[in-house]
């Protein structure tokens, strides 16, 4: 064979292959969607207009409301189809048929809670008004399925078809949203797990709030199986963990710049490409409205109307208990209620697995207080069920979020939060007649006994819901004397409230910075400005690590090494942005100390559950006492003070960080240079993608990351898991600053992009600017509006 021959037949291959690339690409670019032009479809009342501007957001004019939700799904779907499929399957349990066996136990958990079940069960509560815009809504996502597009990549890759989309999914989703925000039952598991380990006393300790009539222990093996079920669901899905939370504010107009209120908000959620949420303007006859809205739903879930704006944050109240259920031993479907047998509810659910030959057929089954989640267990020996306000009967929260929108003043805003469930949330308001106000809302339980920290006897009536906390009866404030209201997940009530709303309120620390700086901006008569608000939503000082500073700067340097670390902290004040070495070495430093402290006496996976969900809010408790026994390693003599303690976990935070900046870290020769030990280059936000982000190979085309600043206690949030530190895995993932004194003033960002389309210029275009604190305006009337015009026009 000659040189040419070869040269020749290499040349097309190349060509060849050049060519199918080429082809390849521009076939997938086909998946875009049209954002020009006039397309008819059938199920419009009249004509709509959708305006993209530059960066995405839709703003959709309607003649009818009904029209505007239509072109709503039609908007949602031309940009996130495979994110609505992947929603839906989540929420119906059906991971597996599309995944396989890898999401089997998150499947087997889901059609065991029986979120699709309480999603068909919801529809028949909601008001015609609510029904009617989920119906056009769905109508709208189909009518871009019908079309038959070229569908995104991930559809391809997996080789599924997108099915048409119902009402259900839309209600779906919204439970995996309460899932989300819901309750505290792995706190209820974790403490178990906690008592086992070092008894009810201590355990007491670490997880204040023990009731001392409860008597019942779950057993280890069922506790760990089912927390590892919710970390598997807090791993892939970002649903569930402790740093999901918020941060909002309002402001009175008597101490704002423009003498009319200002709002701002930014709910922490799951770090995930596509962003959980959509930018929309929405206007139809009667609805005008702008904001953030799910996917799945027709909702502007955060946002503002022409008259009132909202936000919120999680209330983090306790509507979920555990109920330990006394079974038939001669018949294992039937449990115990004071002294009787009764008939358990069983559905027969097939999950189908993706390369099975056969399906498996699963009974879920449930007690009068809800399903028996311990059925996931392959060895369950206790039977364990749990009580969600989110499974009964009733759900109209979906009313209460499309009546909102149509709300003009506080009267009719706070009626229509009389339809809200779950879950619970703290409301914020201001309206353009210079109002505040605030709202705790949702259905939080009246316990007949004991206060739904631990599991409990479930087969006596001894332990019952006997109903809620009445409505006018929640924490509620308006137009307070101080000018402003700050919610940041913690505690809304004093102790003589006379209902019990939860035992685990997160630390006050973003809540106190939040209120610290609005009193700063307005000392002296000075008026607070959108710069201001903008300041207070990027700030990255933790009053955690201010709080904890001292025992690390109490620290006799070991070395040449130590001492150049400890100068970087010994005039640190806090501030834990991307550039600060100070922070490098306190959050190292910090996360070493708790496994200093605990990992001898919280063995196996015990101190990895307790420090992901609990680490943080402990330690300073037990370094007030320098003779604190949690501080001495058991395991070793002499007895260990605290102070030896906090030398021991700097000493292994300056190998860790050697070893991390020499070995892994590009443009950083020696780990010795500490002067090079940026927060930025270790912390890391991770947007992952579902499900590709488990799949190393396409994990590089799909997934993103971006070095970042904070911390779990910053406002501008930085959290990361202990059992993957440093990894920033949840975000604030919307900010809104709305400005009552003018709508086109207000500003608004998410976290990545609007499409959810690889291929598309906005499926990143916001991951910078995001990470930069850096808005969107909120343009909002069809006059302040330019960009690409998409009309459809009925058939």
Known sequence: MTNNTVVKRISIIIGTTILVIGVSYFYLRSSLPNTKGMIVLSGLDGQVEIVRDADGVPHIFASTDDDAYFALGYVHAQDRLWQLEFN?????????EMLGESTLDIDKFLRTL???????????????????????????????????????????????????????DSL??????????????????????????????????????????????????IASTLLGVDSAMQNMLRMGDKDVGSNSWVISGDLTESGNPLLANDPHLGAQIP????????????????????????????????HIAWGLTNLGSDVQDLYIERINPSNPNQYEIDGEWEDMVIVSEEI??????????????????????????????????????????????????????????????????????????????????????????????VRAKGDGTVPVPGWNSDYEWEGWIPFDQLPQTYNPEEGYIVTANNKVVADSYPFFISSSWAPPYRAERIEKLILQFSDGGSKISIEDMITVQGDQTSTQAIELLPYLQSVEPEGELHAAALDYVVTWDGEMSGESV?????????????????????????????ADRKHASFLINVLEDPDSPWCDNVLTIPYESCVDAATIALDRAIDFLEEA???????????????????????????????FSEVAALRILFQREIGNGGGSYTVNAGPYKFSDPYKQVYVPSYRQIVDLSDWSNSLFMHTTGQSGNVLSKHYDDLIERHQAVEYLPMSFGRANISGDVLVLKPE
């Open 582 to 610: 100070a922070a490098t070495i306190y959050a190292t430093w910090f996360h070493q100390l708790g496994m200093v402290i605990f990992e001898d006496e919280l063995r196996g996976d015990v101190y990895e559950q307790f």
């Open 88 to 96: 839906r399957r989540v929420g119906s349990g059906r991971l597996s």
């Open 352 to 445: 189908i697995v993706k390369d099975d030959e056969e399906s498996l057929l699963y009974a879920a089954r449930s007690t009068r207080h809800g399903p028996l989640i311990s059925d996931v267990s392959d060895n369950a020996g206790t039977p364990l069920a749990m009580r969600w306000t989110a499974l009964d009967p009733g759900d109209t929260t979906a009313d209460a979020f499309v009546k909102m929108a149509y709300a003009t003043d506080w009267n009719e805003f706070t009626d229509a939060l009389r339809y809200y469930v779950a879950p619970s949330q703290n409301m914020v308001f201001a309206d353009q007649r210079g109002n505040i106000g605030y709202f705790g809302l949702g259905r939080i339980p």
């Open 661 to 691: 900046f020499e070995g892994n870290i590009p443009l950083i020769s020696t780990g010795r240079n500490v002067d090079k030990w940026k927060w930025s280059e270790l912390h890391e936000t991770v947007y992952s993608h579902n499900p």
């Open 114 to 168: 029986g979120t699709y079940r309480a999603a068909e069960q919801t529809w028949d509560f909601l008001t015609v008004e609510s029904k009617a815009a989920l119906e056009a809504y769905a109508s709208g996502i189909n009518a871009w399925i019908d079309e038959g597009h070229t569908l995104p990549l991930e559809f391809l890759i997996l080789g599924v078809q997108p099915e048409p989309w119902t009402v259900y």
């Open 172 to 221: 779906v989703w919204s439970k995996m949203m309460m899932w989300d925000l819901g309750g505290n039952w792995e706190d209820e598991l974790l403490r178990s797990l906690l008592e086992s380990a070092v008894g009810r006393e201590r355990a007491d300790e670490l997880m204040p709030g023990y009731p001392s009539e409860a008597t019942v222990i779950v057993p280890n093996d």
């Open 275 to 306: 962003s959980i949420w959509y930018l929309v303007e929405l206007q139809g006859d009667k609805l005008h409205a702008m904001g953030a809205t799910l996917l799945g739903m027709p909702i502007i879930v955060i946002g503002h109307n022409e």
